[in-house]
């Protein structure tokens, strides 16, 4: 692409201006240019990420409404909230070889029509069990979409911009939760929920749209042989001197990448994957789901009506953006360790004020702003920290070679411990029965206390094994992996990190 014709670079030079410094003018305008069409591209494989969100945060209000039309027990509420994410597991796991197999492109199509087919047969759900094969299909096409939304953003940019674009995909999730909780609120209501259900139709109709406008990864391209397809989405997204360098790029990493799987097994690999697996359940198990899929179940157990309860979730809903803006603008000046350690005391902290309100009695008439204010300010450090710094340390601890099968690996466990706490979140309250065995729960108090004490080993787990990458790049990284210092792996103090700044 020629930005600047002969007589303009000519008359830049006489006007005082060297030719190097017109040509990396020409350079800055053309990365300005082709920057601007990477955003678009990746802002729309996003709505991955708007999906996922979106889902996660539409079944807390209609559950509200499904116990009225259905009448459920707590074990049955559990059992509608849980297939979305069996069936992640599932879309997570088949994600990486469905991406080679298809390509990017297509599959984010296909799965963006699975998510609207599942939305269109939960709208319409005469019981129980259809409302749960609905929940099972849109399930399966978010585990798909939370895998290569990122992996398609993280081929598609150029190294430079990767950091920001791999963060964009937990805004996009952030704000489908934030679009659900205010499509809660509009359609609350007995019946209401079909709507909520329903309206996923329009996200995922405008990823399949968006998507089919978009370019396939230029290195999913490669790998299948398409030289020419290749370098014209190459020529779209990077400065044409940069293009034959990528292209062998991609060749060399694709031929090393052949034995994937097996090197996971090796042991130099061993603490890069003790440290995403532990991060994927630890993100979990400090109970951010219980939040987001029941904030309008535990704000009207503290004496809220329905319609206040929704209200006072869509507050936690826009924390949530905030606090991830907030985190995506400070990531790459603090460092991913600083947020995680601030992010994990908050949320210490908050969790154990929860609990304290649920315990202290003769609150009745404050105890609704408490929690209100405590699960703010929960939601608001998790999304600080655990939140989009996993998704973010998970793409930057592996070395290309295993990074596929690694991310699938962790991606599993974060979905499978997501399933754990979402199926015992309501029996830890109020207990239940297993095998005509009836059992207390421990109650409010007992489970928030639970998270605090979990969220707690999280912080001592940062402290002691997640390695700082701020500053370093890719290599540097893998370096100290194979290096095998072992545990926290790379200096975490940051002396090493500082030199690379
Ligand atoms: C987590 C999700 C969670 C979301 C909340 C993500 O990082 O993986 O499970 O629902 O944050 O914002």
């Known amino acids: 692409m020629q930005l600047f014709t002969r007589e303009q670079k000519e008359c830049s030079y006489s006007s005082g201006i060297s030719r190097q410094e017109a040509l990396v003018l020409e350079n800055a305008t053309r990365d300005t240019g082709t920057n601007r069409f990477i955003y678009i591209t990746a802002a729309i494989a996003a ?49 990486g070889r469905l991406a080679d197999r298809l390509g990017r492109r297509r599959l984010m199509v296909a799965g963006a029509c699975v998510f609207f087919v599942g939305s269109v047969v ?87 749209l968006g998507m089919l ?10 790998e299948n042989g398409r030289l020419d397809e290749a370098r014209s989405v190459l020529s779209r997204t ?35 994957l003790i440290v995403g697996v532990g991060l994927a359940v630890l993100q979990q198990v400090t109970g951010i789901n219980t939040v987001i899929y029941y904030a309008p179940t535990i ?84 999304a600080i920290g655990m939140g989009p710094v996993f998704w973010l340390l998970i793409s930057e601890i592996y070395p290309l070679q295993v990074r596929g099968s690694a991310m699938g690996v962790v991606t599993v466990a974060n979905w499978a411990a997501n399933l754990l706490v979402s199926l015992t979140f309501l029996t830890l309250i109020n207990g ?16 928030f206390g639970l998270y605090a004490v979990l969220s707690l080993f999280s912080l001592l787990f940062v402290y002691w094994k997640v390695p700082e990458t701020k500053g370093r790049s890719l290599e540097e990284i893998e370096a100290d992996l194979r290096g095998g210092t072992s545990g926290k792996y790379a200096d975490a103090s940051g002396e090493t990190a500082e030199n690379a700044d």
């Open 213 to 222: 406008f978009m370019p396939e990864s230029p290195r999913w391209l490669v």
């Open 238 to 272: 990077r400065s044409e001197d940069r293009i034959e360098e990528e292209i062998e790029n991609i060749e060399e990493t694709a031929q090393v990448e052949e034995n994937d799987a097996s090197t996971l097994l090796e042991s130099w690999i061993r603490p890069a």
């Open 47 to 95: 709505l991955n990420g708007l999906l996922f969100g979106f889902d996660t945060g539409v079944i807390s209000g209609a559950l509200l409404y499904i116990d009225n039309s259905f009448g459920l027990t707590h074990l049955m509420q559990e059992i509608i909230v849980s297939p979305t994410l069996v069936g992640a597991i599932v879309g997570a796991a088949a994600g």
């Open 432 to 447: 239940g029965t297993f095998s005509g065995v009836e059992f207390g729960g421990i109650g409010q108090t007992g489970t």
């Open 299 to 382: 704000f009207k157990s503290t004496g809220f009506g329905a319609s206040a309860s929704l209200l006072a979730t869509v507050g936690v809903g826009l924390v949530n953006v905030g606090a991830t803006i907030c985190a995506v603008l400070l990531v790459d000046r603090v460092g991913r360790r600083p947020l995680l350690l601030v992010g994990l005391t908050g949320m210490v902290l908050a969790l154990g004020g929860l609990s304290a309100v649920f315990f202290l009695p003769g609150l009745s008439g404050v105890v609704g702003w408490a929690a209100v204010g405590s699960l703010m300010f929960y939601v608001g450090f998790f």
């Open 122 to 208: 939960m709208a319409f759900a005469p019981n129980v069990p259809a409302l749960v094969v609905g929940r099972l299909v849109v399930g399966f096409a978010i585990g798909v979409a939370s895998m290569v939304g990122p992996l398609y953003n993280s081929e598609i940019a150029p190294p430079k911009i990767r950091g920001s674009l791999v963060s964009l995909n937990q805004l996009a999730v952030t704000s489908g939760i934030l679009l659900a909780y205010l499509v809660n609120y509009v359609f609350k209501g007995p019946g209401g929920w079909r709507w909520m259900l329903g309206s996923g139709v329009v996200p995922a109709a405008a990823l399949a």
